[in-house]
């Protein structure tokens, strides 16, 4: 499905005719620049999948190393079985940045962050866009994958024809939920944007052979439609940490409430359960989208106040109920949210270091989590008076806790 596309401008001094492909002297169907992470790797393994050639850069040698030696890197549902299928002519990874040159399209999995005072830097992304530069050759297709600052795919464009005129530049966002990027990147519709008509064309052409469900949009539009995603969910999340806080703050049971708006209510089914909004994207993303707003995006900052705060909700809620000082917190799952392996900007960790502060002692557990300071679980339940639910994973669901441990559940994973 192809809905029509708007705004879409065709680079100016530059024919169609001229900066047409040829296949024949591309050695690579793709290559996926930052490919061995959570987001990279699921998609180069989707385009092997398919028959592509697919080549990897990475900076890191030992992750190229992994994916080499067809080991996973990191979690992701049916990846290990897929890994195991591919042969390193249909999936290679490398550091050797030539690579880029072999390849027909290049996707670039790198986005604007977020710097310590809130505003997205593109500094980072000027640097990458001048490594890359002097590798691109006439014919080639950039794809920016990543979630970016509004006007980071014209700005781009900018910068590729500084190096090379004869590149189409296109900004494809990933819209994958981690843990089930190899399912939703064949399942879930992608937004397909580019700076000129044929850009748009063949960066449909590459993602039809992952998935028929192709919408496209200007670029503006495709940055926007990201951003206000990951906005509007960081902001439902919000609004079920709030009312779980006015509901805590009363001595009222949340969940009770929460199971009456919604019992046989239709208008009310899409409500989330309270709990931590973290990960590398929800939050940075609600900040991007608050700076192009020049801060007047005011439901994202104060959802920011919200999600941020729940840790410290939490450490104050139990200082009204018990002697915080002589007990030892034991917190389940340190991820940033359930059955990952994630600890990115995890609120996990900040309620760790609130916990440090205010309590005797704090144990941190996690089963997919590779820290060194986790304790085994049983240890932690056994240790603490005190247990608070982080991240909801699957293998904690059947636990049963000893009657004289006080158990927080944000989540109500357990149900209690």
């Known amino acids: 499905m192809a809905l029509p596309m708007t705004q879409v401008a065709t680079t100016e001094g530059q024919s169609e005719s001229s900066k047409k492909p040829n296949p024949m002297s591309f050695v690579k169907d793709v290559c996926v620049v930052g490919g061995c992470g959570r987001v990279g790797l699921p998609l180069a393994m989707g385009f ?61 999995i790198i986005g604007t962050p977020v710097d310590e005072h809130l505003n997205p830097g593109f500094s980072s ?10 590798k691109l050759v006439d014919g080639q297709m950039v794809i920016l994958r990543s979630t970016v600052y509004p006007g980071t795919t014209a700005r781009t464009q900018e910068l590729i024809a500084r190096y090379n005129p004869n590149v189409d530049l296109s900004f494809c966002p990933e819209r994958v939920a981690e843990g089930l990027a190899l399912e939703e990147i064949s399942s879930l519709p992608q937004l397909v944007s580019g700076t000129s008509d044929q850009a748009v064309k063949r960066a449909s052409a590459l993602f039809s052979k992952l998935n028929t469900k192709i919408l496209e949009l ?35 049971d949340f969940y009770k409430i929460y ?7 239709p208008r009310t089914q899409g409500f989330p359960k309270a709990g931590f909004a973290a990960g590398p994207c929800l939050f940075k993303d609600t900040m991007q989208l608050a700076s192009f707003s020049d801060n007047r995006f005011f439901l994202g900052h104060s959802a920011m106040l919200i999600n941020e705060g729940l840790p410290q909700f939490i450490v ?3 200082k009204e109920k018990v002697e915080l000082g002589d007990k030892t917190v034991g917190v389940l799952g340190m991820a940033f949210k359930g059955n990952i ?10 309620l760790k270091k ?3 502060f205010q309590s005797r002692e704090v144990l941190c557990t996690d089963p997919y989590v590779r820290d060194e300071a986790l304790k085994p679980l049983e240890e932690v339940v056994e240790r603490s ?4 639910l982080g991240a909801p994973h699957r293998v904690y669901k059947e636990l049963k806790f000893p009657e004289d441990k006080i158990v927080v559940d944000i989540w109500n994973f357990f149900e209690n």
């Open 48 to 108: 092997a999948r398919v028959g592509l050639k697919v080549a990897i850069y990475d900076i890191n040698q030992k992750a190229v190393d992994t994916v080499n030696s067809r080991v996973m890197p990191f979690f992701e549902r049916g990846a290990e079985e897929l890994m195991a299928t591919l042969s390193l002519e249909q999936m290679t990874a490398t550091t050797d940045l030539d690579i880029i040159s072999q390849a027909e399209h290049v996707v670039v």
């Open 354 to 356: 609130v916990l440090e």
């Open 259 to 265: 199971n009456a708006m919604r019992w046989e209510y």
């Open 125 to 134: 992304f000027t640097k990458f866009i001048d490594s890359i530069g002097p």
């Open 385 to 388: 008076d005190i247990l608070i």
């Open 316 to 318: 104050n809620d139990l």
């Open 218 to 252: 200007s670029p503006l539009e495709a940055e926007l439609a990201k951003l206000f995603t990951n906005s509007w969910r960081y902001i439902q999340f919000a609004t079920a940490n709030q009312f779980y806080m006015l509901a805590q703050e009363h001595g009222l």
């Open 341 to 350: 392996d994630d600890a990115r900007s995890s609120l996990s960790y900040k």
